[in-house]
């Protein structure tokens, strides 16, 4: 069992920032790919990101590149995003959610997920 934990929602104007973070706790950490979806109001859960075990990797969502970057660091056992010029379609509930592939990850598979944190872009 691996138990994720996201935090760092919240409102945010156009144009700005927000850094959201995910704890994970039950596994060895760096055995799993890590990743962040979101799920608008009225539409489906997206992927958005992920991140290989080592962090070596990453594969995002084009309509994020440029502006979400993702890390982690393995000795606190937590994955960030980091949201720049942020937009109002980004509005979402953001969730985190891990599994042994980027390529898992990036068709929508997560073998935990996390509950979910809001984000909301608005002026």
């Known amino acids: 069992q691996v138990q994720l934990v996201e935090s760092g929602g919240g409102l945010v104007q156009p144009g700005g920032s927000l850094r959201l973070s995910c704890a994970a706790s039950?596994?060895?950490?760096?055995?799993?790919?890590m990743g962040w979806f979101r799920q608008a109001p009225g539409k489906e859960r997206e992927f958005v990101v992920a991140?290989?075990?080592?962090?070596?990797?990453?594969y995002y969502k084009d309509s994020v590149k440029g502006r979400f970057t993702i890390s982690r660091d393995n000795a606190k056992n937590t994955v960030y995003l980091q949201m720049n010029s942020l937009k109002r379609e980004d509005t979402a509930i953001y969730f985190c959610?891990?599994?042994?592939?980027?390529?898992?990850?990036?068709?929508?598979?997560?073998?935990?997920w996390g509950q979910g944190t809001q984000v909301t872009v608005s002026s």
């Open positions: 959610a891990c599994d042994r592939t980027i390529l898992a990850l990036s068709t929508g598979r997560g073998s935990y």
């Open positions: 039950g596994r060895t950490f760096s055995d799993y790919a």
């Open positions: 991140i290989s075990g080592t962090g070596g990797s990453t």
